[in-house]
Structure formats: structure tokens, C-alpha cells
């Protein structure tokens, strides 16, 4: 059997342009699409298992049922505020961050109370404006 590379070039179609940008959002965008998709999954998933509905956890946190319609396709970028409130609602945690160090560690160590302390006030040495200088 033959291929007939110009019967091809009859047949096929250039792509849509709005589906070509599509795809370079997507591209650009797929680290935190992918966490928006968790996100959503997890909400779905708790509220399937609480028996509530949209409509609620809208109202819980002060939000529009189009809104969590829009937020359960997860694909919207999310406000830390709204994902607090989420977690608050749903007694889920959606984002855990890991912290490097521990408060008891620096209470309890004189050493690094001292380096936590010239932190401080070298940080607030790079706050305070410059005063001017007399020529």
C-alpha cells in the first residue's frame, strides 16, 4: 500500500488558533493547574463524604455556588484566603507546608535564639530608610 502524502494534505486541517493558545495555557500553566485539580478532587471527595452540598460549602465561606462550580473543574487559580477558608470549612488540610525548623528549637537554644535575634535586626536595619547625607 502506498502513502499518498498530497490525499493527506487534502484531508487535513490546520488547528483553530484559539486551540493552538490552549494548549501553550496549559503548557505554561501546568504545575499549578495540576494543584488546582487536586484541590478539587479533595473538595469533591470530602463533601461526597459529609453529604454537603455546593450550595453549602458556598455559603459556609461566603462565596457564590457558581464560584465552587467554577473552582470543582480545577482549573482556577486560588487565593490563599480561599483556601483557608475551604480548610477551615471542610476540617480538611489542602496544603500542607513543611517548615525547616522548629519554634521549641529556637527557644531552647541559646545558640540559635542569638542568630534568630541578628536576623531580626539586620532585617529591620534593611527596613529602616537611609537618612540623608550632609554634603
Request: hydrophobic content about 35%; some cysteine; glycine content about 2%.
Amino acid at each position: 500500500m502506498n502513502f499518498n502524502i498530497e490525499k493527506l494534505k487534502a484531508i487535513a486541517k490546520d488547528r483553530p488558533m484559539e486551540d493552538i493558545q490552549a494548549e501553550e495555557y496549559r503548557k505554561r500553566n501546568r504545575k499549578w493547574l495540576r494543584l488546582s485539580q487536586n484541590i478539587a478532587l479533595s473538595i469533591r471527595f470530602c463533601l461526597h463524604q459529609k453529604g454537603m452540598t455546593q450550595k453549602e460549602l458556598a455559603n459556609s465561606i461566603g462565596v457564590s455556588p457558581s464560584y465552587i462550580a467554577k473552582l470543582l473543574k480545577g482549573q482556577e487559580n486560588l487565593t490563599l484566603e480561599t483556601i483557608s477558608a475551604l480548610q477551615e470549612s471542610l476540617g480538611l488540610e489542602l496544603i500542607n507546608i513543611p517548615v525547616p525548623y522548629s519554634f521549641n528549637d529556637v527557644e531552647t537554644s541559646s545558640t540559635n535564639l542569638a542568630a534568630v535575634s541578628e536576623a531580626q535586626n539586620a532585617y529591620s536595619k534593611k527596613q529602616r530608610p537611609s537618612s540623608p547625607k550632609n554634603s
